[in-house]
């Protein structure tokens, strides 16, 4: 999903080169610079409200997620195990690029070590897949409840949660694994200015002086690979849930279960619908500038992790009455 965001303009490229370095033998930088959103410059203080409350929120309802999940006994099951999970990624894939860019918005500190960008990289990458993992897992969790109720807690037992767990975290690091370190290998000797927020992949490589079409074909297959994987497997789940839901007798039964899922598909299209609209302004908005393709690399990264825990607080009853639990008592 990530690597949709990452189709650069060559030409924007070469523009900042040229415009904030005039050496043609820069040769393998100990650091990179960070430009921030190209051409909005004198706006950095006024982007960074939203961003910074975005991020805000995103942390106070992640932790809060899994504050409650910790401290409420029958919460203890394998969706809220799930939903954990996802606050964790949420939270990691938020911290990788905020707290650099609001560096970069509040002090000017443009200068990022060159594997301290590598490690940005990789993190932002891998977390991300791991999400869509994790989506997938939610959906099998979804399936099982509603087209086979009765083993669904025989099914999904705690170590099975725990494997699953693991096989996303496994495929999220060692996927994403050859993006730093083919990065690594190449020679730098154009510029060491980096038109973005944070180090993007192809930002990042395609400041090379080498053939840099491993990391591109890899990257793009990669993407292709988990993104349309998992989303054959979410729509599999909710093309059986739906079957499921159809056959029961009463409309009323019919909506209270679709409704155990909506909090499922509404976090689904936040994660989605971002990495859809960014593919296709790269691949088809040419004339879209670069700073849009910036805000819409950092939005993807940050939308999710905010909209979450809202969604789930919001519909999940259970969430809920335990988050209001201290004031409704304090008023009784």
């Known amino acids: 999903m990530q690597e949709t965001l990452l189709c650069l303009s060559i030409g924007h490229l070469l523009h900042y080169s040229m415009s ?52 409420e006994p029958s919460l203890h099951g394998p969706m809220y195990y799930f939903l954990c999970m996802l606050a964790v990624t949420d939270l990691v894939m938020s911290t990788s690029i905020l707290p650099k860019m609001l560096s970069i918005f509040w002090f000017n500190s443009r200068e990022i070590n060159f594997s301290a960008c590598l490690t940005q990289l990789y993190f932002s990458l891998s977390f991300s897949a791991m999400q869509s993992g994790i989506l997938v897992a939610m959906a099998f969790d979804r399936y099982v409840a509603i087209c086979d109720p009765l083993r669904h807690s025989t099914t999904l037992t705690n170590p099975v949660v725990v494997k699953i767990g693991l096989a996303v975290v496994l495929r999220g690091t060692m996927l994403v694994l050859p993006y730093p370190i083919l990065a690594r290998r190449w020679p730098y000797c154009r510029t060491n ?11 990042v490589v395609k400041l090379a002086c080498a053939d840099i079409s491993i990391s591109s074909y890899y990257g793009l297959s990669v993407a292709l690979f988990v993104t349309s994987l998992d989303v054959f497997f979410i729509t599999f789940s909710y093309t059986q849930i739906l079957r499921a839901i159809f056959k029961l007798p009463t409309k009323d039964a019919r909506l209270k279960t679709f409704g155990t899922c909506i909090s499922h598909v509404c976090v689904i299209l936040t994660a989605y619908i971002p990495a859809l609209f960014s593919f296709l302004t790269h691949r088809f908005g040419h004339n879209v500038a670069l700073n849009v393709h910036v805000l819409m690399a950092n939005l993807y990264l940050l939308l999710p992790p905010m909209l979450n825990p809202i969604i789930y607080g919001v519909r999940t009853q259970q969430i809920r009455d335990r988050l209001l639990h201290p004031f409704t008592h304090k008023g009784t």
């Open 20 to 71: 904030y370095s005039n050496s043609s033998d820069f040769t393998n930088p100990s650091t990179f610079i960070l430009l921030g959103i190209p051409g909005l410059e004198a706006a950095h203080v006024w982007i960074s409200i939203p961003f910074c409350t975005m991020y805000a929120i995103a942390i106070l309802g992640n932790f809060t997620i899994l504050f409650i999940v910790k401290m």
């Open 193 to 203: 200015i980096i038109p973005h927020t944070y180090c993007e992949h192809i930002a």
